[in-house]
């Protein structure tokens, strides 16, 4: 379909640069910001990528005339010429129809841009694409994306995991706030509905220099929808079914302004039974979850922007009943089985063994435009985790389960209080400088039947300077950090408390260099981080009842250090777009929870022996993704990751690395047909390389296998309002596999065919 631009030009001051910039802002025709957009600036071959506020931004330009490219997701691809003479902020608004494109002439004001600090250009989940590809978690939309997989404990709860690392190692930040949960276990997910997801943004490699030890894999942006400040009343319901587990879940999304307040409000709420496999049904897998979120915006003035949210989340997640076993007969019985042991007819009833999450957030945002090209920035925020995990073990004695039976084994709420300044500036030698302050308490409380996850009250101190620089083709980025942390932990000994204290501090550091030529980007980058040992891998010893594992701390362990390097590659053209990254991770002392080739059998049941240590390691592999068009219908994605890790000691394979992957999706969309528009039609295949079996894991690593799944969809106008309607199948074969990635693999196989329908109607 054709597109209708309509171009406005903002004129002003002249930044004094020695070269101009160019700022496009890519909007509807109601104001909403288009992000995910693919531009293209000829004759020099510069690509860029609209980011959540539909803004993207070329640097360091010559004067001259250019020919621009918009490609957009589900608008046809549009182009037109600018004569650029001085700073530029070029504004589009984006909407049907087939109006000619005129030659425009700019002389534009003063901009900023949003640099990142990764090494690889950041990955972007664009919000058509998260309508399309929901799912039922936050781990499901990242599969979408290279160098991304999951670790899941059915299918409810899927850790992100960036090139083999996840948990402590890997940031989420829901808009500009860290999401502080209780990452520590395997079977801990964050707290986030995927129908309140927007968009998704991925900074990969190492982001420990820009939010510190958290980050040391990367981060992950939870991009919400953009708050409008035009009048009126706008919303959108959203609808999903899913039959592998007979699911359904509604989510409303509100939005109004006056004056200089907007707000917005997000409900959503999902309800599963148990899920189906190609083995038969996982019994008490089921979930129901409910969140809520309220937004609040208030210009103050011309250059202040005042923001608030609050942000709710309630969570019920069974466990599946086939992994807590009374005996070690039975465990050994269901690990050579490696199907379903235990058989129950399909509930929405959630029973023990199951978890109770509830997560409370609460931010407060204030950004301030400064005179002489400066920004500032201040995110202060609360939140509360508050984690129950309830076990399917009943005492031997009336008495004590009368007592103690209704409680949970692990009872913890852990408390955090954040905040972070940020300053940007024009740098030393012209480029930008950016200068950061964090502050963090953390508290955490243990109430269970037992103590899991000691007492313990946490402080950080932390402070980051990084400076990116352009000469010509040419740019530079530069970045140190420093942090101190202050740990002390309470522990129940002998009927007693035991006070234990730690103060470790560390630095991380990062250098990245890029070069444009005509068609091509070469960058390269090493980077250094480090992270001290949670509690958790400190002090843990028992039933981790979630990951119904039994897992043993070591008091001894050392900080985490990191060192890496990243070269990468990319290419462009009107139609195709291609990114190939190789990397290499090195860890003097990696910490980790190992297999231990054991199987512990406690009151609570007969259970793996897992121990963390610190492990001199190694991970290195290579991302691959290429998007193109056949034809003005046809397109074509293709993504490989191919990812290694192991001990450097004695070179066996380290726990919990993702298999290679190969995904390949075909995607075709026609003109409109009667009601229908903007239909569209995918086929996507994944092929997954059998996984390397770790030292004193209790079952072989899986074999490989193929999936593939199909989806179809457009929208039909309503008036003034329109639906979207999405098909999708998942596993479509119903093929029955075990995911080296899957908490369950030892037990059971994978979900299988699941059709989804989604619908979306906006006003």
């Known amino acids: 379909m054709g597109m209708h631009v309509l171009v406005v030009l903002c004129a002003g001051l002249s930044a004094a640069m020695a070269l101009p910039r160019l700022e496009v802002r890519l909007s509807d025709s109601a104001g909403t910001p288009i992000p995910g957009a693919r531009l293209l600036l000829e004759p020099l071959h510069q690509g860029a990528i609209t980011n959540r506020d539909g803004h993207a931004l070329f640097r360091e330009l010559p004067v001259g005339e250019y020919r621009l490219t918009v490609r957009a997701l589900g608008y046809g691809p549009a182009e037109y010429v600018v004569h650029l003479r001085r700073d530029t902020v070029l504004q589009l608004v984006l909407a049907p129809g087939a109006v000619a494109l005129p030659e425009v002439a700019v002389e534009g004001n003063r901009i900023s841009g949003e640099p990142t600090l990764s090494i690889s250009p950041p990955l972007f989940l664009a919000p058509r694409e998260v309508d399309v590809h929901r799912g039922q978690t936050l781990g499901e939309l990242l599969r979408q994306l290279p160098g991304l997989s999951t670790l899941s404990t059915g299918p409810a709860i899927a850790k992100p995991v960036l090139r083999g690392m996840t948990g402590e190692r890997l940031l989420v930040l829901t808009d500009k706030l860290p999401l502080y949960g209780q990452v520590w276990g395997a079977e801990h997910a964050p707290e986030l509905d995927p129908l309140v997801v927007e968009a998704l943004q991925v900074l990969r490699g190492t982001a420990a220099v820009e939010y510190g030890s958290d980050a040391l894999a990367g981060a992950i942006r939870v991009i919400p929808k953009p708050l409008s400040m035009q009048p009126g009343l706008r919303g959108e319901l959203r609808a999903e079914g899913i039959s592998v587990n007979r699911q359904g879940a509604l989510g409303l999304w509100l939005e109004g302004a006056r004056g200089k307040w907007g707000w917005q409000m997000v409900l959503s709420a999902r309800k599963a039974a148990d899920v189906e496999t190609p083995q038969g049904l996982l019994a008490n897998t089921a979930f129901d979850q409910y969140s809520a979120a309220l937004r609040l915006q208030h210009q103050l003035g011309v250059h202040t922007l005042l923001r608030g949210r609050l942000q709710l ?237 039994f897992e043993v701390g070591d008091s001894t362990l050392p900080p985490e250090r990191l060192w890496m390097a990243e070269l990468g590659l990319s290419a462009h053209s009107s139609r195709w777009h291609g990114d190939a990254a190789a990397f290499l991770y090195w860890f003097p002392r990696f910490l980790g929870s190992f297999p231990a080739g054991e199987l512990i059998l406690t009151v609570r049941g007969a259970f793996p022996l897992f121990r963390y240590r610190a492990v001199p390691a190694v991970l290195t592999g290579v991302e691959a993704n290429l998007q193109g068009e056949l034809l003005p219908w046809l397109r074509l994605e293709g993504q490989a990751t191919v990812l290694r890790g192991w001990e450097a000691e004695d070179g066996t394979s380290l726990y919990g690395i993702p298999p290679a992957q190969l995904r390949l999706r075909v995607h075709a969309h026609g003109p409109s047909v009667s009601l229908l528009h903007l239909p569209f039609a995918e086929l996507t295949m994944t092929a997954v390389a059998p996984a390397a079996t770790a030292p004193h894991d209790y079952a072989p690593a899986p074999p490989g296998y193929l999936l593939w799944d199909a989806a179809l969809g457009g929208t039909i106008p309503l008036g003034v309002t329109e639906l979207m309607l999405v098909l999708e199948a998942q596993n479509l074969f119903n093929r029955a596999y075990h995911s080296a990635m899957s908490r369950l693999r030892y037990f059971a196989a994978e979900p299988g065919r699941s059709i989804s329908v989604r619908l979306s109607w906006r006003w």
């Open 313 to 549: 989340y309630d969570a019920r997640l069974g466990i599946f009943a086939g992994m807590h076993l009374g005996n070690l007969s039975d465990l050994e019985r269901a690990l050579r089985a490696g199907r379903p042991l235990v058989q129950r007819p399909r509930s929405y009833a959630i029973e023990p063994p199951y978890q109770r999450v509830r997560h409370r957030l609460l931010e407060l945002t204030a950004e301030q435009e400064l005179p002489s090209e400066r920004r500032w920035e201040l995110v202060m925020g609360w939140q509360q985790s508050w984690r129950q995990e309830y076990d399917a073990h009943r005492f031997w004695n009336d008495s004590l389960q009368a007592l103690f039976g209704a409680r949970p084994a692990y009872d913890v709420t852990l408390t955090t209080w954040s905040l972070r300044s940020e300053l940007e500036q024009p740098g030393l030698f012209s480029g930008r400088l950016h200068a950061v302050v964090d502050l963090r308490r953390q508290g955490n409380v243990s109430e269970g039947v037992q103590r899991f996850v000691p007492n313990f009250l946490s402080y950080l101190l932390g402070g980051a300077l990084w400076q990116e620089w352009f000469w010509g083709r040419w740019r530079a980025v530069v970045g140190l950090r420093g942090d101190g942390i202050w740990l002390s932990v309470w522990r129940s000994v002998a009927q007693s408390w035991r006070k234990s204290s730690y103060r470790w501090s560390g630095g991380a550091a990062m250098v990245s260099l890029q070069r444009k030529w005509l068609r091509w980007d070469a960058r390269a980058g090493i980077a250094t981080g480090w992270r001290p040992p949670t509690v958790v891998e400190l002090y843990a010893n028992g039933v981790h009842h979630g990951a119904a594992i």
